[in-house]
């Protein structure tokens, strides 16, 4: 091992573990990844995490941004590797298949304004830039073969138009939609919905993923014109922040380079090259944006590098390199 993966495999379990699977290449069954994975789950950061999550949904999302929303801690979770088998998490699972739309959708608990098409009232509803990311959750959770998740997956999967997926929401949502053109893709259900979609090795050169990906690589490469719903990719978009909420560099490039076929593109390696330079001489990478909601984190901080925020650029670097 180098010294940048010492320094890591140093960190908190959640990092050593994934640095140890992701990075290092060792099985799930290596005694060292075993132990780390078991400290990861004890830890009490994670601990407070499950237990927020097991009142979900939680507070009403009031909106899709806001970072300490149980919504974002559930992938959060996810990302790190917990299973539906952990302690703690079969709760979470059994409280989310609680809430299923008539069209087999996972739901969240929201108050929309009536002028802004909802009723005013909380409600349990789905929008196209939250179900992917529930749906997402359980995919990582080990539950991607579920009848009830593969019925969401193939439903949010035809929601696609020929420019990838729009702003859509519930039908009881009636004509809500976000700050845009009705003809526009939706930037960040397009990165949601690649997120889940890539969780299936299958599914990556699909017409849907290809199309998603397309979007997106586009919308980086006309980013000077084009800011469809406000999604816009100029220095916010570039700088690097953890856990992986909204739309970003950081979290645009970690979907795009688990789809083999993207990793060649011209448009990504431009992305990742702009990640690579934001590495200190030593490899590591210091937020240069933070979340406050997880200020208490080593990424919610920007004086000193991090090292989750490290792992995920190492990991994006180290797949660009692989095959495409």
Request: aromatic share 10%; proline share 7%; hydrophobic share 40%.
């Amino acid at each position: 091992m180098d010294e940048l993966t010492n320094w890591l495999i140093e960190g908190p379990p959640w990092v050593e573990y994934r640095a140890r699977v992701d990075l290092l290449g060792q099985p799930e069954d290596d005694p060292q990844v075993l132990q780390a994975r078991n400290a990861m789950l004890t830890h009490p950061q994670i601990q407070g995490l499950l237990h927020e999550l097991a009142e979900w949904p939680g507070p009403i999302l009031k909106s899709h941004k806001s970072a300490g929303h149980l919504l974002h801690k559930l992938t959060f979770i996810a990302d790190l590797g917990l299973r539906a088998a952990d302690p703690g998490v079969s709760q979470i699972v059994q409280r989310i298949f609680e809430h299923l739309s008539p069209e087999g959708i996972f739901q969240v608990l929201v108050n929309i304004n009536p002028r802004y098409g909802g009723t005013g009232e909380d409600q349990f509803v789905w929008m196209l830039c939250d179900a992917p990311s529930v749906t997402y959750a359980l995919v990582k959770f080990g539950l991607g073969e579920a009848h009830e998740v593969r019925a969401a997956v193939e439903y949010l999967t035809r929601l696609i138009r020929d420019n990838g997926w729009p702003c859509a929401a519930a039908p009881e949502l009636g004509k809500f939609r976000g700050p845009g053109r009705k003809s526009d893709p939706c930037p960040y259900a397009n990165l949601v919905m690649l997120k889940l979609l890539a969780q299936f090795p299958e599914s990556r050169s699909d017409t849907p993923v290809q199309t998603g990906a397309e979007t997106l690589l586009s919308l980086w490469e006309q980013r000077r014109e084009r800011r469809p719903y406000l999604f816009a990719m100029g220095s916010g978009f570039k700088k690097l922040k953890a856990p992986l909420v909204w739309y970003d560099i950081l979290h645009v490039a970690e979907v795009l380079t688990q789809i083999p076929w993207a990793r060649s593109d011209e448009r990504l390696l431009e992305m990742t090259e702009i990640i690579k330079s934001k590495a200190d001489q030593d490899g590591r990478y210091t937020a240069e944006s933070v979340w406050m909601a997880w200020k208490g984190w080593g990424f919610g901080q920007k004086r000193t590098p991090s090292r989750w925020l490290t792992l995920v650029a190492q990991r994006i670097l180290k797949r660009v390199d692989l095959p495409a």
